[in-house]
């Protein structure tokens, strides 16, 4: 191995270690805690060392993100797989998604939240924001003919429900009534 490949390597891993560390601290403390200064500390290199990661914490919080819409498609990718119809589907993947959301609420915030440079519908969309929208227009297809407003608003109440579960302010044992009232929303607009 050439020491650019050793070196690349290092990187990457530091890289990681940054990302995976910044996720651990949100997990526990909330995003409020994670700083350069506290990832430096935790991670034992100097906040110089992050900097040339990273250009700031928004960036740290965008790298969370983008593992946290990976890690959402498999989700909602299994949820629709181990269904038994399409109707199933799109209830199955309503389901993980917002299992997803209370599971993982400091991934989530991330993800939908927190300021970030990431965006969704444009040129410079990223792969793995695409790959998340791909998911839920998979379940949306069957059922619409304009696939792009009828996923964006699928996606909107399912955030919506999310919020207001995260914060407390809807009742937690409803969530499959409040999901079966989505889907049916959605179906009564079918093709």
Same mark, same amino acid.
């Given at each position: ?22 996720? +651990?601290? +949100? ?6 805690? =994670? ?5 430096? #500390? ?35 990718? #299994?949820?629709?797989? /181990?269904?038994? /119809? ?9 389901? !993980?998604?917002? /299992? ?5 609420? !400091? ?26 929208? #791909?998911?839920?227009?998979? =379940? =949306? ?18 955030? /919506? ?21 989505? =889907? ?8």
């Amino acid at each position: 191995m050439s020491i650019a490949e050793r070196k690349g390597r290092h990187r990457a891993e530091r890289e990681s270690r940054i990302i995976a560390t910044a996720r +651990a601290i +949100a997990e526990r403390e909330g995003w409020d805690a =994670v700083t350069i200064r506290r990832l430096a #500390e935790e991670i034992e290199y100097s906040q110089p060392v992050l900097y040339s990661h990273f250009e700031n914490r928004d960036a740290i919080v965008a790298a969370v993100a983008v593992e946290g819409f990976q890690e959402i498609t498999i989700a909602l990718q #299994e949820a629709a797989h /181990g269904s038994t /119809g399409q109707r199933n589907a799109l209830e199955n993947a309503a389901m !993980a998604y917002l /299992g997803f959301a209370s599971r993982q609420p !400091a991934l989530y915030e991330a993800m939908f939240v927190l300021p970030t440079d990431l965006r969704f519908a444009e040129a410079e969309t990223r792969p793995e924001l695409r790959a998340a929208f #791909e998911a839920l227009a998979s =379940v =949306v297809t069957p059922f619409c003919v304009d696939v792009d407003v009828a996923t964006e608003t699928f996606w909107a109440a399912l955030h /919506g429900l999310a919020e207001l579960e995260r914060s407390g302010r809807i009742r937690p044992s409803a969530r499959v009534e409040r999901i079966e009232f989505v =889907v049916r929303a959605l179906l009564s607009f079918q093709k």
